[in-house]
Antibody
């Protein structure tokens, strides 16, 4: 059973860059033809998809965040990462990393526990 | 404002059946598969159904999904107190080129 674990600062200042990493265990990103995703959830609100990265490194981003988002993969560490620039209070949320259920299927089956990011000076 | 519309809350008694709707448009539910997630308080979402009505291993057949036109429905039979959670629907939106979700529905088992 694949396991995912988010890590990164829990507090980011307004206008600065949010950086999170998802460490994958019991699976290998580079040999697994799946999409890996970042999804966030503001407190008390619904889920928001941030973007996906394919095992080849190709990416898909939410158009509403595209100008500020970069998702990358480090196959040597079996990790993928999220960078979100120029953060504001609207970016405060629990951030999850996830893996799709089956190649090409609509659904995210494996999730990290989530990490809460607060935006405050 | 979520792209997909779900009722904020539903409730039913233990042992009963409940349905949760998810309404979209021709660019999302109308042409793409839907997934459903259960989120217990303070935990990550759990995939209940994908590709409209496929259950991952370990998900009981009390949970079912259907889709008609631009709407999808999650059905839960034999309600248990442990089913109290938030339920989210999601799909791909071909016009936005994005995965979109509903705002979530809180299920209360009375």
């Amino acid at each position: 059973q694949v396991q995912l674990q988010e890590s990164g600062p829990g507090l980011v200042k307004p206008s600065e860059t949010l950086s999170l990493t998802c460490t994958v265990s019991r699976d290998t990103i580079s040999s697994s033809p799946y999409y890996w995703a970042w999804i966030r959830q503001p407190p008390g609100k619904g889920l928001e998809w941030i973007g996906n990265i394919y095992y080849t490194g190709s990416t898909l981003y939410n158009p509403s965040l595209k100008s500020r988002v970069t998702i990358s993969v480090d196959t040597s560490k079996n990790q993928f990462s999220l960078r979100l620039t120029s953060v504001s209070a609207a970016d405060a949320a629990v951030y999850y990393c996830s893996k799709e259920v089956d190649p090409g299927a609509m659904g995210f089956q494996h999730w990290g526990q989530g990490t809460l990011v607060t935006v405050s000076s | 404002q979520s792209v997909l519309t779900q009722p904020p809350s539903v409730s039913a008694a233990p042992g009963q059946k409940v349905t949760i709707s998810c309404s979209g448009s021709s660019s999302n539910i109308g042409r793409n598969h839907v997934s459903w997630y259960q989120q217990l308080p303070g935990t990550a979402p759990k995939l209940l159904l994908y590709d409209n009505n496929e259950r991952p291993s370990g998900i009981p057949d009390r949970f079912s999904g259907s889709k008609s036109g631009m709407s999808a429905t999650l059905g839960i039979t034999g309600l248990q107190t442990g089913d109290e959670a938030d339920y989210h629907c999601g799909t791909w939106d071909s016009s936005l080129s994005a995965v979109v979700f509903g705002g979530g529905t809180k299920l209360t088992v009375l």
